[in-house]
């Protein structure tokens, strides 16, 4: 059964600890996104990867490290310098990184951090 | 980056009304595609449009893209139930950035 998954689904958090978001896609996709949704605002593209070992800043990457060892795992660190880590953090795949490649998303995370 | 605006926010219909959602760029988009988000889901893929006035129907969802590729809508024709749940487009030019979303609600 092919898609995205997500891990955990709910994350709580104290202030000042990093944490990392997991995800991971069986698609065989080279290209993987990482969101944050918050009420009102939309999907805001926090990293993106277009290939193995590379990877770039989207819109909103402060406070926030991903890695890319591996085609099928993009993980997410939310470091402590995330001023507003509180918010539901979606990843996403598709086969290239073109504008014309729709994306699969997964089901999200939702991290709280008190 | 380039920006993609929608509107409105938010919007309450009785079931069997129609409901419009509006796009719109600063800058000329190659493609748009439009996600639906279900309440506590993930955005799922509905469709793409990369033709200048290109019109698709799914149903009674009608996605229009506009003459000069830097507007485009969703219109749902008879509202249900089921339509709940917030609408986003993603406007691609070189890459994609997605709208604030709309978010639907349906009174049976």
């Known amino acids: 059964d092919g898609g995205i998954t997500q891990s955990p689904k709910y994350l709580f958090r104290k202030e000042g600890q990093n944490v990392t978001l997991s995800c991971e896609q069986n698609l065989n996709h080279d290209a993987m996104y990482w969101y944050r949704q918050d009420p009102g605002q939309g999907l805001r593209l926090i990293y993106y990867?277009?290939?193995?070992?590379?990877?770039q800043k989207g819109d909103i990457a402060e406070g926030y490290s991903v890695s890319r060892e591996k085609k099928e795992s993009f993980p997410l660190t939310v470091t402590s310098a995330q001023k507003n880590p509180t918010a539901f953090y979606l990843c996403a795949s598709s086969v290239g990184s073109s504008s014309y490649n729709e994306q699969f998303f997964g089901p999200g995370t939702r991290l709280t951090v008190l | 980056g380039q920006q993609v605006m929608q509107i409105p926010q938010y919007q309450h219909v009785q079931e069997g009304e129609d409901f419009t959602t509006y796009c719109n760029s600063s800058t000329t988009l190659s493609n748009i595609q439009w996600y639906k988000q279900r309440p506590g889901g993930h955005p799922v893929f509905l469709i793409q449009?990369?033709?200048?006035?290109e019109v698709k129907k799914q149903k009674r969802l009608t996605f229009q893209f506009g003459e000069a590729k830097k507007n485009s809508s969703l219109h749902i024709t008879a509202t249900q139930t089921t339509d709940v749940g917030t609408y986003f487009c993603?406007?691609?030019?070189?890459?994609?950035?997605f709208g604030a979303g709309t978010r639907l609600t349906v009174k049976p």
């Open positions: 449009l990369v033709k200048s006035g």
């Open positions: 993603a406007g691609g030019n070189n890459d994609m950035r």
């Open positions: 990867s277009q290939i193995v070992n590379d990877f």
